[in-house]
């Protein structure tokens, strides 16, 4: 894995050692920024099952001011913070967080704190995804016009609303599909 452009351009990441995590692969990140690319400059972004950091470490690359890292396993939130510090991101441009992405945002919802403008949301593909997205439908996580894209196996259906979110786009390549949900 290597971030493909931007800053950070060429930096070779650490893949995490066990195949139960499974990376966004380069050329899905690719056409995911593709599609961010008039987005992505100034934003907070969300990189929520972050696994490895890949993405998040691509939207810092490219132009994100700061991003959020959330994963459940102690391992991969070593992981992400040893791949931050191989292409030396600033710390106040990064958290680090170990938590359940239901819980991490049924946290953000209640403390009404935190706004993103962008959220990767890349969950196992075996997981139950609506006890999450549920939490995107309330507005109170993305910022006005705030972006939030799902990775998904292309044969796992997911709802074209969810509350005050609206599915725009769907992109498949290989098994894996990213939807776009907008805040409406």
Request: proline residues 4%.
């Amino acid at each position: 894995m290597r971030v493909i452009a931007g800053h950070y351009r060429g930096r070779n990441l650490r893949s995490p050692p066990s195949m139960q995590v499974r990376p966004t692969s380069d050329r899905l990140r690719e056409t995911l920024f593709n599609v961010l690319a008039p987005r992505i400059e100034g934003s907070r972004f969300l990189d929520l099952c972050a696994g490895s950091g890949a993405v998040g470490i691509e939207a810092l690359s490219r132009g994100a001011t700061h991003v959020t890292f959330v994963d459940r396993s102690r391992k991969m939130c070593g992981l992400v913070e040893s791949n931050l510090d191989l292409c030396g991101v600033p710390e106040d441009e990064t958290e680090v967080v170990m938590s359940e992405a239901a819980e991490f945002l049924r946290r953000a919802v209640a403390r009404g704190e935190n706004k993103w403008d962008i959220v990767f949301f890349d969950p196992p593909y075996a997981n139950d995804y609506i006890p999450a997205l549920a939490a995107f439908g309330t507005g109170t996580i993305l910022e006005d016009e705030g972006l939030l894209i799902v990775e998904h196996h292309h044969k796992n259906e997911l709802k074209d609303a969810i509350g005050e979110i609206r599915r725009w786009r769907i992109l498949k390549q290989g098994d894996s599909a990213l939807s776009f949900y907008e805040r409406q």
